[in-house]
């Protein structure tokens, strides 16, 4: 009998990971044993130390570059720089997840099994402190996405999907307000993502499938082995072309692509705005970080057969999110669309096959991920009575009535537009050239036409914030607690600086763009 | 004196200006005008060093500094200025001022703040700095697209009739055009080595396919911006309904944005492809100078009438681009001079009419001379500039713009020629409907109707005439700093000016 | 007896499932549709293993096992949720959000 | 264009050359500049000038006359009679280079002396027929305007410099045209002629633009060097445009029909810009730009037809009007037929049109002046049929009338006879049957003068008072008014002979104009012609008396066909109207209504198709869950056939 051979683990390297899975544990102890009172506190400040804790161990591995535990995660530029957004992001998201100044209680419900629209259900509307699960929730996800955006097998990446998919579902039924919209985002959006994530499965099972009966070496589905695989597998083609094609539909569902983006509009309106920005934010650095290392690992060498198709999905996506956005009358929904014509952008400079499309994408994550988050948090400030005031015709005037957050929204929503001197100009520049430079013209000019339609939407809410009169149920804006403020200004001076100033970050991604395989 | 970073400072005073007024307490309105007059006219004051310092003879682009910005993409902060660009920041920093003068009241009545509406000015006046002293294509196309930020406001927020459609439509005309820029600003840094400094790619050699696509993208936002037909809609609209100073802004100098990028972009970047399309960039001038002369006289709208007519004039402009000869391409840099005077002038007195009728339409008006005289001749004086009489400065230009197409293309700048008849049309018609002829009834009732103009604009309207005067006598110190500027850029287009036709008759006699 | 019978199994349990979900209405039944497609990946994930002849692929079910049932635990909470609600199981109900 | 072609004779005239100021005549800026300042302290200065600004009004003219006059003599004892002064480079761009540049020769010499001469008179008599208008300042800075246009225009030493001047005596002529702004009419014939001059103006800016691109240059002394080695084709068609800028300021045909409505400003404006000094600008550029006329034929031909037509036409209208002032223009308009005929024919004949230019100023003036004094002692009456007797109550007026009227006429000795008898003359010694046509015309003119003239001045001045009911006493016009009639009527008288004798001589030292070509053999003796002129203007003369001396009804009478046509300005307003007016309004119309819904229909409409799929594809959105699974399932299904269709070489 031979002697196992245990594959070495670098720890160091995990150690993000581990953090944040690890904590998420403690949270549900801390959920078990500590009292409730306290328990908010406790939670919070854990789970922001474990994702600064993360944080400071990402910038730590900064220069790792290896493949770890028998070729499951890869600790490259890309998972770190990527790891590092998705940290970020998640201590911004999570500020605003744990604002409890604006609306009594927190945006959450008390208690999720409270039946909604019932007599309970109005009282703890009213003011009982939110459910402190969503905190270990909150840190499962981010752990998963951590291990999304390094995984460097299929396997791996598939239960990175679930296990940062699963919390989500579970988030976005637990608004306080409003709770049979949110329960049915999270139905939709669980039914939805399983079925998504089947499809992915099915596609592993084809891949690996297709590895098989290479002359020195084993089938798998690590990305060393399927890139082999690419290149000399004797196995039927058919199979990689239908692994491939699955595989990418459950990414790009994730990604909110069309015609995967069904779910998006629904689930960002039903959500509680704190995770929705926090779903707009990470997951969508999650998935194209997925994305990024599937085609440009695994398949890079099938680039000539998926780009044309990824591309059509792509000007679809972007047609989709920006045509759509036209008559939106509700912002979260507006901004859903919104983020599904950013991830037509994304899905170009994925297209680029080259390292400055890698470094172009990360940056645009990156700069959007910080937009998107501010605009958010500004909806969770726009608020009357019955909670948040989301719907579009309410916003008329409120460039009057608070100039300051309709000033900041205002560049926000520039920043989408691609205005220059905000991140989003450059976040375009970043991704549209590496596309141009590949011969994927036709992707920027969908990408330029599709904006001009997009700036639309964006300059109806600018015209109802500042050139409309208030009204009588023009909303007020409430004073954000310091979470939320905190969270919010780290977004817009994000936005401002690298929009003035992307050079660091642009460097940063361009030398983090390379893989390893 | 040279060394100082003339650019740089007169792109950030204005903004730094507008913070300052922004901060200044609300209460005090007074106070924040003054202060953005009083900053306006320091940026005015270094810009009349920086015009003295130029010079005339030196580099083509002097007062260069430039910065690393972004060095992934060969992305610097590069500014220098050619004659061209030094007419046009003079321009700015004339007009601001002038504006801000003339917009002392105009906020008031809106309901809004009134710092901000100045602040915004000031705002403005960076961009438009910002925009022509760039020599980097990026930093251009930055200043390019933020500075209809600041007007998107001055007009929605501050301007009349249906300013919100205005503003929209403005705001959205101007970035469709802006973003076919960034496709083709993208395109030219991938074919351009990854650069988008000026000078490098003027040394680039650009297939003729991709040059083609790569300057129809470019000139397809300068003819937006400028407007050329058929791209005008917006101007009329947004002119309309801007408060006057912003539009005399928005005309005089926002639009030339588009002629000096066609300028300093299209023709040096893209020369082979400017050869191509110059039969058609005519014909959209042509058109223009035709089509919106005519269109001017049907208006009923006074600042709508003259919206139009400056798209006639940006036709004139056009076509004494793309003729391609030292005469014409100065006298199409010239006229952008003299129509941001001439124009500027005119929307400001069709402002102060407007202001004290309550009313843009034409029929509102009707003998209105007899009340206020010395409004009603600078109004008649702003339209026989207008109409470009010799004497005043646009005639220069225009005259220019004619001979120098002339001696390349002959029906074109007869046709060109008609258009003058036309511009005696609309300018008369408009002067007879207002001023002239029996005096209106309801006017005679309206207070405001019976001052005539009052110091403060006499100020404003004093130093206009006094320029177009000038230089419709004696445009040389202008057309020495236009004309270097011109002939190089000619000479990137690889185009000389045709013999006359009978040679050697000056050598003869000179 | 060939292998390829089980990958056309696995097939057309795959088909079944995604069609079901589009044809019935009933939320759990729904979610065993979805099931049903996990499995049938499961299925085809672990003949591939016997005609590869090596382990991969049964581990891999393994695992997909465990993520399912994870699965049906979050699914089920959800589903109940809004059943207490609504007192209703159809998927169909539940359509405030739209256009 | 061959057939055309063949009648271009080239004959080019030899270089020219100017000779630089120096002396007084380094000082001749000062005749532009000084009006031009005055104009500019009586605009700057508003009410504040008004109790003495018609005075320095005066005072500008009157010493522009002196520097006039010095300079004149200072230029006699020249050897080089014309004189360059170059003030600044105006426009210098490539190989364009344009002078701010006077140029002072005799031509230019004779138009000084006129319109400062005959200016000067005119504005001592409008300060008194001005003295009850409120805007008499604002009168006076545009009068000097227009002196300092008009001045240019003449002293110009290059095409642009004159074309300078040309729009500047435009803007004048508008500006008191429309000078009582305050009447409708008075603002419409403004515009009317400002906008008929730009037509001949683009005319003239293309010829300009002509000559630089053939020669390089819009110098006078240049382009004349020059245009000998010009294509004859070149040449008509420079000169034609030319002819074109001449008409639209002269008043020729076909741009005629605004010097009538012109009426409606100040009559001193009348006599001064629309009868003695601006409408003879057209002339001035014909004669200047002789080199280029001389050079082909068949233009020459056009200049002459021009002239005949437009003389005929001004004698048929003037003959049916029943407005003192509109008759007075009309004549106007025959009487510059007359000059351009004589310009047309060439050679010796460009002098004897000058000659007839510098008559005709002092005796239209004469009569305008004269006009403007009977409508001032009749209550601002214009219609003649409402005149009558008026030779009692205004004997210094009706005798200045008529001494202008027997010039107009062409009797014996006044100037009319020394200045367009020649000129019916040199008609009749052109080439075969044109020499018939064109004298044949002229003499039918000078017929056609006399007559309406005379029915004029009958019915002005004679026969029963058929006065309004409220004029009881009609008043000669002050000291201030007739000093200037009577010089002027001194000049009628004697003008003629004096200059008929000494300006042809005088103009030689022109460019151009000092080369005597042969004529042909007139087809009549000289004194055949002179007899027969001196007959027609006797009948016609005659004719009018016997018709109009026991005065005329006071309303419209009925007509024939060509009196209703005559009183119809001959329908070209009608045409005008149909053929410009009309159609353009309609254009306007029409391009504004494409322009919002066509063009920026275009524009709305894209948005509008946006939103409007926007708003249909929204309806996708169903809400439910399954069908979002579908959506779901169809987009996998495609992506997988995708991916299968590449792999089977399907699609890349």
Redesign the interface.
Known sequence: MTELKLPSIDYAALSPILIMLGVALLGVLVEAFVPRRHRHLTQLSLALVAVLGALVMVVFNADERLVTIGGAIAVDGPTLFLQGAILVLAAMALLLIGERSVERGGAFVAQAAVTAESDDDRRQAEGSNGATEVYPLTTFAVGGMLIFVAANDLLTMFIALEVFSLPLYLLCALARRRRLLSQEAA??YF??GA??SA?FLFGVALVYGFTAGMPDRAAGVDFATVHAAVKDSPAS??L???G???L??GLL?KAAA???H??T??VYQGAPTPVTAFMAACTKVAAFGALLRVFHVAFADAA???T??LG??AVLTML?GA??????TDIKRLLAYSSIANAGYLLVGVLAPTGAGVAGTMFYLAAYGFSVLAAFAVVTLVRDADGEATHLSRWAGLGRRSPFYAGVFTFILLAFAGIPLTSGFMGKFAVFGPALESGQAWLVVAGVLTSM?LA?PYLRVVVMMWLSEPGDSTPTVTVPGGLTATALMIGVAATLVLGVLPAPLLDLATDAATFVR | MSDFPFLSVLTVAPLVGALVVVLLPRRRPELAKQVALGWSLLVLALSVVMWVSFQVDGDRLQFRESYPWIPTWGVNFTFAADGIALVMLMLIAVLVPLVILASWHDAESSKRSVPVYFALLLVLECTMIGVFAAADVFLFYVFFEVMLVPMYFLIGSYGGHQRQYAAV?FF??SLVGGLFMLAAVVGLWVVGGKTLDWQTLTQVDISTGTERWLFLGFFLAFAIKAPF??F???LPDAGGAAPAGAAALLVGVLDKVGTFGILRYCLPLFPEASKWFAPWALALGLIGII?AA??A???SDLKRLVSYTSIAHFGFIGVGIFAF???AG??AVLYMLNHGLATGLLFLVVGMLIARRGSALIKDFG?A??LMP?LA?VLFFAG?ASLA???TAP??SE??V???T??VN?PV??IA??G??LA??YV??MV?RT?????NPELTGIEAMRRDLSLREKVVVAPLIALVLLLG????PV??VI?PAV?ATMQDVGKT???????S??E??R | MTPDYYLILAAVLFTIG??G???R?NAIV?FMCVELMLNAANLTLVTFSRINGDLNGQIMAFFVMVVAAAEVVIGLAIIMSIFRTRRSAS??D?????? | MDHILTYAQAEPTG?V?YAAASGLLSSVWLLVAIPLVSAAIL?LL?RRADRWGHWLGVAAIGVAFVLGVASFLQLRGLENKSVELSL??????????VD?GLLFDPLAAVFVLLITGVGFLIHLYAVEYMAHDEGRRRFFAYFNLFVAAMLLLVLGNNY?ML??G???VG?AS?LLI?FW????SA??A??KA??MN??G??GL??G???M??????T?Y??VF??VG??AGG?VLVLGLLLLLGACGKSGQFPLQAWLPDAMEGPTPVSALIHAATMVTAGVYLIARSNPIFSANATLQLVVVSVGAVTLLMGCLIGAAKDDIKRVLAWSTVSQIGYMFLGVGLGGGAYALAIVHLLAHGFFKANMFLGAGSVMHGMNDQVDIRRFGGLSKYMKVTWITFMMGWLAIIGMFPFSGFFSKEPIIVAAFEREGWTAWLFGGAALLGAGLTAFYMTRLFVLTFHGPKRWTEDIEHPHESPKLMTIPLILLAIGSVGAGFLLATSVPDWLTATAGLGGQTEGHEAVLSHVVITVLSLLVTVLGAGLAWMLFRAGTATEPQPAGVLVTAARRNLYTDAFNEAVFEKP?IF???A??FL?NRG??GL?NGL?AA??G???R???L??????S?????????L???A???A??AGW??
Not at chain 2, 497 to 503: C, L, M, S
Not at chain 4, 88 to 97: E, K, M, P, S, T
Not at chain 4, 212 to 217: Q, V
Not at chain 4, 621 to 626: A, L, N, S, W
């Open positions: 139905m939709k039914l939805l079925y998504a499809f083609p058919v990689l072309f239908a491939m094609a699955l990418a539909i569902f069309a015609p995967f069904v779910w509009p629904d000539w057969d998926f044309p198709i059509v999905v989709v045509v759509l956005a036209v008559t939106q339609v639309f | 439509k959205l005309y037909f058929p005008h809609t917006w089509y005519l269109l006289v049907g208006q000869t030292t005469q100065t006298g003998g001379g007899k010395l001749g026989l009489l010799p004497g005639f220069v005259f220019l004619l001979i120098g002339f001696t002959k700048a007869v020629t008609l003058i008849i005696a049309a008369l018609w007879q001023t002239q002829g029996t005096l006598f004696y445009p040389k057309t020495d004309n002939q000016d045709p013999a006359p036709e009978v040679g008759v000056q003869a006699s | 995604a069609v979900v589009l044809v209405r729904l998927v169909d539940a359509n405030l959000l739209k256009y | 270089a050359t605009l508003g600044w480079d105006f426009i210098a761009v490539g190989n364009l280079r701010f642009v074309y300078f040309w729009e500047g803007l508008y429309s702004y305050g009447r409708p603002a419409t403004g515009k400002f906008l730009r037509v103006d683009a800016a293309i300009i633009f002509i630089f691109a053939t020669l390089g240059t110098q002394d240049e060097t020059g080695g010009l070149t353009g254009l306007t119309r391009l504004v322009d063009v920026d524009v948005a946006v939103g799929g926007s708003g594809l929204r309806r959105q169903t809400g439910f869950v399954r979002y699974a579908t959506s779901i399932l169809t987009g996998a495609l992506v997988v995708a991916f299968l590449v792999q699609l890349a």
